[in-house]
């Protein structure tokens, strides 16, 4: 994986939070990047105590929030007419390749979309 910077799916944000030690490693000294839709997933995640939510707060610090804007509504919903994704999935593929850095996940899903660089994690 080459360059600093990474777009990261939920999925790799929830398993940082879990004490996730080997992507820790994995993620070391790079540039982290989210959509507003991982942030939005994060805090309305159910069962997050007062505690884990500083916790999420304090991550989502160490991120790059991306929000929506036109070019990234074009390919949100290219990507999910030609792939049949999830509509949050699609936004955050098609924010992942509007900033041309490369997403980490864990979601299968996400290896349809064949314009993406992506970098699969398996736990």
Same mark, same amino acid.
């Given at each position: 994986?080459? &360059?600093?910077?990474? +777009?990261?799916? !939920? ?7 879990? &004490?996730? &030690? !080997?992507? !820790?490693?994995?993620?070391? &000294?790079?540039? +982290?990047?989210?959509? +507003? ?7 309305? %995640? ?7 939510? =500083? #916790? #999420? ?18 390919? *949100? #919903?290219? +990507?999910? =007419?030609?792939? =049949?994704? =999830?509509?949050?999935? !699609? @936004?955050?593929? *098609? ?5 041309? @850095?490369?997403?980490?996940? *864990? ?13 699969? %994690?398996?736990?």
């Amino acid at each position: 994986m080459s &360059g600093n910077k990474l +777009f990261l799916d !939920t999925n790799i944000l929830l398993y940082l939070l879990q &004490g996730d &030690g !080997t992507l !820790t490693e994995v993620l070391d &000294g790079k540039q +982290f990047y989210i959509s +507003f839709i991982t942030e939005l997933e994060l805090l309305s %995640y159910s069962g997050l105590t007062s505690n884990d939510l =500083k #916790v #999420v707060h304090e991550l989502l610090r160490e991120c790059v929030v991306i929000d929506i804007n036109a070019e990234i509504k074009q390919l *949100a #919903v290219r +990507f999910r =007419k030609q792939y =049949k994704v =999830k509509l949050p999935d !699609t @936004i955050i593929a *098609a924010t992942s390749l509007y900033l041309n @850095i490369p997403l980490i996940t *864990a979601d299968s899903d996400f290896k349809k979309l064949k314009e993406l660089e992506l970098v699969f %994690y398996e736990r």
